[in-house]
């Protein structure tokens, strides 16, 4: 029987244009937790996989790993149904990505199918979830401001196309609506919005409430609820970035927004426990921290002559604790940071930036000698305030007493009310640049 089923491929192969190969199929020996125990598969790191289920209905899969002959798979879905010995066909193909303009305006999970109703996705590119590595010494430098319609990181915390920022803060202290915002007023081509790991309840409201019709219409949503699976939400924060980087690498100026970071952290630690790799900084295996900046890394600027990237990530501190192990690696990987403050909030002061925790790394660098001088003065002021506020509060402090203080005391209320916003203000940087001054003077 084997020679006659060797004899049958060779004359396949004879009158075939590429070789043709048996498929190989597998079976389900075991589930553990989340992840598939299989043999039988002839199929290597990353591969996708089919999974029976039961009546005529099939799962996808990832392979997430192997141990002698045992594979380890990641489910896309839920595993209800699947029985002992379930047959797992290895997928051909490289799972390509629908793109192009007809992505604008939807809303898609993390394996590109649509979730807002409007029926299929018809394009004529395809892209796969793996992008080309680009060479460091090829990138375009970050010379260029990019106007993001808030004046307090326009003013105070410039950043440049093409730049790879982080929102930090804890639950409930706005980040979601000052991503909304920047999504509407930013000067970018294309925006593409990654929500990943949050509620379901708020990818419905950050898409019909803060995203809005019009900010729709310039972007594509890439969302994975935290109901979704690990693999999934992985999947989503991978399709996010590289719908970006084709968009780029038209030629085009894209906002990348990614809400959270530390979600999709959380869901590759999943994985590497349920395959057994051991946990190292407060829960997190290694592999977490090599994901990150394998993920970071793929935004910015293209080669000389093409298209931008600049990202926008979340990252939620535990507690507001700001050396969590993922914003401790967030923030050594990005080039600048914008931390929110829950006092600020609470205060009622919105957006809650706190500007002497916040840095962006490329202002020296494409912003004026004046506008630098400007901002550092604001942020010495402020600084100063808040060190002394405490003894200002009780009236221990004698006006005179240190010229520093008394004019930081004089224009506070003018620079606080300079670094509040409303929602639906827009000021672009030459106007908050107006504002700074006026609020200095």
């Not at 029987?1 to 190969?21: A, H």
């Not at 489910?75 to 793109?99: F, H, N, Q, W, Y």
């Not at 970018?188 to 900010?215: H, N, S």
């Not at 590759?268 to 090599?290: C, D, N």
């Amino acid at each position: 029987m084997t020679s006659e089923l060797v004899s049958r491929i060779s004359k396949l192969n004879s009158i075939s244009e590429s070789p043709v190969f048996p498929v190989m199929e597998g079976k389900v020996t075991r589930i553990v937790g989340l992840t598939m125990e299989a043999v039988g598969c002839h199929v290597a790191l990353g591969d996708r996989c089919s999974v029976y289920v039961k009546e005529g209905k099939w799962i996808e899969s990832e392979v997430v790993g192997f141990t002698d002959n045992l594979t380890y798979l990641m489910p896309t879905e839920t595993i209800d149904g699947i029985s002992p010995g379930a047959r797992v066909k290895p997928l051909t193909g490289d799972g390509m990505m629908p793109v192009g303009p007809e992505l604008l305006g939807r809303v898609v999970n993390g394996l590109g199918k649509p979730l807002d109703g409007k029926g299929p996705i018809k394009t004529k590119d395809t892209i796969g979830l793996q992008g080309g590595l680009i060479n460091p010494l090829k990138r375009q430098p970050i010379t260029e401001t990019l106007d993001v319609g808030i004046k307090a990181i326009n003013s105070l915390l410039s950043v440049g196309k093409g730049q790879r920022l982080g929102l930090f803060a804890g639950s409930g202290v706005g980040k979601s609506i000052l991503l909304g915002m920047m999504t509407r007023f930013t000067e970018a081509d294309i925006t593409i919005v990654g929500l990943i790991g949050e509620r379901g309840r708020e990818v419905k409201e950050f898409i019909e409430q803060i995203l809005g019709t019009e900010g729709l219409e310039r972007s594509v949503v890439v969302a994975s609820p935290a109901d979704d699976s690990a693999l999934m939400r992985l999947r989503a924060a991978t399709l996010t970035t590289r719908i970006a980087e084709y968009y780029r690498d038209q030629g085009k100026n894209v906002l990348l927004l990614m809400d959270s970071l530390t979600r999709y952290a959380q869901a590759q630690r999943e994985i590497a426990l349920s395959v057994g790799e051991p946990p190292a900084t407060k829960g997190y295996p290694p592999s977490v921290f090599s994901k990150l900046p394998q993920l970071i890394e793929r935004a910015g600027n293209g080669e000389q002559g093409g298209g931008s990237i600049t990202a926008f990530y979340t990252v939620l501190t535990e507690g507001d604790d700001q050396q969590d192990p993922i914003a401790d690696a967030s923030r050594a990987i990005l080039d600048g940071h914008i931390v929110l403050s829950r006092q600020l909030a609470e205060e009622g002061h919105y957006p809650a930036i706190d500007i002497e925790a916040s840095i962006s790394r490329v202002m020296p660098h494409i912003v004026s000698e004046a506008h630098l001088s400007g901002a550092l003065r604001v942020k010495q002021l402020y600084s100063k305030y808040q060190q002394n506020q405490d003894l200002i509060a009780v009236g221990a402090y004698s006006k005179g007493t240190d010229s520093e203080i008394d004019q930081a005391m004089e224009l506070m209320p003018e620079i606080k009310a300079f670094l509040q916003q409303s929602l639906q203000e827009k000021f672009t940087i030459e106007e908050s640049l107006e504002a700074l001054v006026k609020a200095m003077t």
